[in-house]
Protein backbone atom coordinates (compact mmCIF):
# COMPACT_ATOMS: atom_id res chain seq x y z
CA UNK A 1 0.00 0.00 0.00
CA UNK A 2 0.72 3.63 0.11
CA UNK A 3 1.56 4.21 3.71
CA UNK A 4 1.67 1.86 6.77
CA UNK A 5 -1.52 1.34 8.32
CA UNK A 6 -0.50 -0.60 11.28
CA UNK A 7 1.88 2.39 12.08
CA UNK A 8 -0.63 4.86 12.06
CA UNK A 9 -3.09 2.44 14.42
CA UNK A 10 -0.15 2.56 16.55
CA UNK A 11 0.32 6.49 16.51
CA UNK A 12 -3.69 6.89 16.87
CA UNK A 13 -3.41 4.75 19.84
CA UNK A 14 -0.55 6.86 21.51
CA UNK A 15 -2.37 10.26 21.00
CA UNK A 16 -5.63 8.55 21.79
CA UNK A 17 -4.05 7.44 25.32
CA UNK A 18 -1.95 10.91 25.96
CA UNK A 19 -5.21 12.52 25.09
CA UNK A 20 -7.54 10.46 27.03
CA UNK A 21 -4.90 10.74 30.01
CA UNK A 22 -5.05 14.78 29.74
CA UNK A 23 -8.97 14.21 29.91
CA UNK A 24 -9.02 12.10 33.07
CA UNK A 25 -6.70 14.38 34.79
CA UNK A 26 -9.15 17.28 34.67
CA UNK A 27 -11.38 15.52 37.28
CA UNK A 28 -8.91 16.87 39.45
CA UNK A 29 -10.04 20.64 40.06
CA UNK A 30 -6.97 22.07 40.97
CA UNK A 31 -5.58 21.04 37.50
CA UNK A 32 -8.59 21.93 35.62
CA UNK A 33 -8.39 25.59 36.97
CA UNK A 34 -4.75 25.23 36.30
CA UNK A 35 -5.56 23.85 32.78
CA UNK A 36 -7.92 26.99 32.23
CA UNK A 37 -5.54 29.63 33.45
CA UNK A 38 -2.91 28.36 31.05
CA UNK A 39 -5.61 28.31 28.11
CA UNK A 40 -7.15 31.97 28.83
CA UNK A 41 -3.56 33.58 29.16
CA UNK A 42 -2.60 31.70 25.67
CA UNK A 43 -5.84 33.32 24.22
CA UNK A 44 -5.70 36.48 25.85
CA UNK A 45 -2.02 36.61 23.89
CA UNK A 46 -3.31 35.31 20.75
CA UNK A 47 -5.95 38.17 20.95
CA UNK A 48 -3.92 41.00 22.24
CA UNK A 49 -1.16 40.16 19.60
CA UNK A 50 -3.98 40.26 16.87
CA UNK A 51 -5.44 43.49 18.11
CA UNK A 52 -2.04 45.10 18.48
CA UNK A 53 0.50 44.13 15.71
CA UNK A 54 -2.05 42.39 12.90
CA UNK A 55 0.64 43.36 10.31
CA UNK A 56 2.73 41.35 11.49
CA UNK A 57 0.43 38.81 12.36
CA UNK A 58 -0.33 38.84 8.59
CA UNK A 59 3.06 38.50 7.53
CA UNK A 60 3.86 36.09 9.75
CA UNK A 61 1.31 33.54 8.84
CA UNK A 62 0.96 34.43 4.80
CA UNK A 63 5.03 33.46 5.26
CA UNK A 64 4.09 30.46 6.95
CA UNK A 65 1.38 29.57 4.44
CA UNK A 66 3.66 30.32 2.08
CA UNK A 67 6.35 27.50 3.23
CA UNK A 68 3.49 25.11 3.52
CA UNK A 69 0.15 25.08 3.50
CA UNK A 70 0.63 21.81 6.14
CA UNK A 71 3.02 24.07 8.19
CA UNK A 72 -0.06 27.04 8.35
CA UNK A 73 -3.10 24.70 9.22
CA UNK A 74 -0.48 23.57 11.96
CA UNK A 75 0.17 27.14 13.29
CA UNK A 76 -3.75 27.53 13.08
CA UNK A 77 -4.00 24.59 15.40
CA UNK A 78 -2.91 26.10 18.51
CA UNK A 79 -5.38 28.47 18.54
CA UNK A 80 -8.25 26.40 17.92
CA UNK A 81 -6.64 23.93 20.73
CA UNK A 82 -6.71 26.92 22.75
CA UNK A 83 -10.43 27.40 22.41
CA UNK A 84 -11.44 23.83 22.20
CA UNK A 85 -9.55 23.30 26.02
CA UNK A 86 -11.25 26.73 27.60
CA UNK A 87 -14.37 25.74 26.78
CA UNK A 88 -13.93 21.90 27.57
CA UNK A 89 -12.70 23.17 31.09
CA UNK A 90 -15.55 25.83 31.57
CA UNK A 91 -18.06 22.95 30.98
CA UNK A 92 -15.62 20.55 33.15
CA UNK A 93 -16.45 23.08 35.99
CA UNK A 94 -19.80 23.24 35.69
CA UNK A 95 -20.33 19.22 35.08
CA UNK A 96 -17.46 17.84 36.62
CA UNK A 97 -18.04 14.43 36.85
CA UNK A 98 -19.39 14.30 33.14
CA UNK A 99 -16.15 12.04 31.93
CA UNK A 100 -16.22 9.22 34.40
CA UNK A 101 -16.88 5.92 33.08
CA UNK A 102 -19.96 4.61 34.83
CA UNK A 103 -20.59 0.80 35.08
CA UNK A 104 -24.14 -0.06 33.87
CA UNK A 105 -25.52 -1.11 37.25
CA UNK A 106 -27.94 -3.95 37.53
CA UNK A 107 -30.40 -0.32 38.69
CA UNK A 108 -33.47 -0.33 36.16
CA UNK A 109 -32.64 3.41 35.36
CA UNK A 110 -28.90 2.91 34.60
CA UNK A 111 -28.76 2.22 31.12
CA UNK A 112 -30.70 5.67 30.19
CA UNK A 113 -28.37 7.28 32.87
CA UNK A 114 -25.81 6.29 31.33
CA UNK A 115 -27.30 6.92 27.72
CA UNK A 116 -27.76 10.67 28.76
CA UNK A 117 -24.79 11.26 30.22
CA UNK A 118 -23.20 10.25 26.97
CA UNK A 119 -25.68 12.49 25.13
CA UNK A 120 -24.33 15.78 27.43
CA UNK A 121 -20.74 14.41 27.09
CA UNK A 122 -21.24 14.86 23.40
CA UNK A 123 -22.67 17.76 23.06
CA UNK A 124 -20.30 19.24 25.54
CA UNK A 125 -17.35 18.30 22.79
CA UNK A 126 -19.33 19.37 20.07
CA UNK A 127 -19.62 23.04 22.09
CA UNK A 128 -15.61 22.91 22.52
CA UNK A 129 -14.52 22.48 19.39
CA UNK A 130 -17.44 25.11 18.10
CA UNK A 131 -15.63 27.50 20.20
CA UNK A 132 -12.18 26.52 18.97
CA UNK A 133 -13.60 26.83 15.12
CA UNK A 134 -15.12 30.40 16.50
CA UNK A 135 -12.07 31.70 17.63
CA UNK A 136 -9.78 30.75 14.70
CA UNK A 137 -11.86 32.19 12.21
CA UNK A 138 -12.63 35.53 14.43
CA UNK A 139 -9.10 35.43 14.85
CA UNK A 140 -8.28 35.73 11.17
CA UNK A 141 -11.22 37.94 9.70
CA UNK A 142 -9.97 40.02 13.07
CA UNK A 143 -6.10 40.15 11.55
CA UNK A 144 -7.31 40.64 7.77
CA UNK A 145 -9.95 43.51 9.18
CA UNK A 146 -6.89 45.18 10.99
CA UNK A 147 -4.25 44.86 8.74
CA UNK A 148 -3.04 46.92 5.96
CA UNK A 149 -2.39 44.06 3.70
CA UNK A 150 -5.65 43.11 2.49
Not at 57 to 67: A, E, G, P, R, T
Request: with cysteine; charged share 20%; net charge negative.
Amino acid sequence: MFWDTDKSEKDNEVVAAAYSHIVDDLGDRRLLLRYLWICLAGLVAAWLSVMAIPNLVYQCFSLIFDLSDKLGIAALGLPFGLGLFTAYCLFRLKFPDIEDNKNLDSEIMASFNYQSDSTKRWFIWLFSILFGVINVILLILTTLFLSDQT
